[in-house]
């Protein structure tokens, strides 16, 4: 057994594990965006392979993404060209429109705002696993954002599993076919409640003759009401917060969909602007 992330070293086949031809994440983000009438200038955290950040950019902004997969960011500059692709942590970062990543030391000023939104798709802001890391992040958000600026973020809900445990502790597999050999995965989600995270264990197996690989990863649970709090206390107006419809919803958004009012199902979507 051995450990890594294959789908994190390997973006195709994070993109044929996980399509999304219909590039609903990026239409939905666009959607938000221009609900509130956004400025053209975004920055994607968590951008993965590209595919929203090359949608946002079609849709005529001018984007850069942000990831900390090298491997990541050399398949969205290479499949997804567009945007502007740097290496970045979620966590702590400061950005500026025509210069690489400046990384911070805790506590240093940042540069001024210089992007009208912030989206962060895909759970990404889940991996902001304490109080200090999710303060880190917004606090970057706020230094990144000009007066008046957007933060769009979808991620899963820690309120779904407040009583259910329908997702919990039973192994679920997947299986694809990608450059001709077949892969297994096999996913077991668990809460660990200590930590206030939901922990993912996922092995692989392929019919290649291949070492299994075992991948573990975890995403802080959030409840609605202390994202709320969070971002209230970072000097955000919440504008949306609601379990749906969103692009990994179901049924998913579709395109004049208007955002729901409950915060229930085991997706959570929030909109929320900067002070001017």
Do not use: K
């Not at 959607?31 to 950040?53: E, F, I, M, N, Q």
């Amino acid at each position: 057994m051995t450990s890594g992330n294959l789908l994190t070293d390997n973006p195709e086949l994070y993109e044929a594990r996980f399509p999304d031809p219909e590039r609903l994440a990026g239409r939905w983000a666009e959607d938000c965006l221009r609900r509130y009438a956004a400025g053209p200038s975004v920055l994607d955290l968590g951008c993965g392979t590209g595919r929203d950040a090359a949608q946002l950019h079609s849709a005529g902004r001018s984007v850069v993404g942000a990831d900390l997969s090298e491997e990541m960011l050399a398949y969205a500059r290479d499949r997804h060209p567009g945007p502007r692709y740097v290496r970045a942590d979620l966590r702590n970062f400061s950005l500026g429109p025509a210069a690489p990543l400046v990384p911070l030391a805790p506590g240093e000023p940042g540069a001024p705002g210089v992007f009208d939104a912030v989206v962060c798709l895909d759970s990404a802001l889940l991996y902001c696993h304490t109080n200090d890391e999710l303060d880190g992040f917004l606090s970057s958000c706020r230094r990144n954002l000009a007066p008046g600026g957007l933060l769009v973020a979808e991620m899963r809900n820690g309120a779904y599993f407040l009583g259910r445990n329908d997702l919990l502790d039973t192994p679920r597999d997947n299986s694809l076919t990608w450059q001709g050999v077949s892969y297994r995965s096999t996913t077991t989600l668990r809460i660990d409640r200590t930590a206030q995270l939901l922990r993912r264990t996922r092995v692989w197996t392929t019919d290649d003759g291949s070492a299994p690989v075992e991948q573990r990863s975890a995403w802080r649970l959030l409840l609605p009401q202390e994202l709320r709090h969070f971002l209230t206390a970072h000097g955000f107006t919440v504008l949306e917060l609601h379990d749906g419809p969103g692009p990994r919803t179901e049924p998913p958004w579709q395109e004049g969909d208007l955002p729901g009012t409950a915060a229930d199902a085991d997706r959570l979507h929030v909109v929320a602007r900067l002070a001017g």
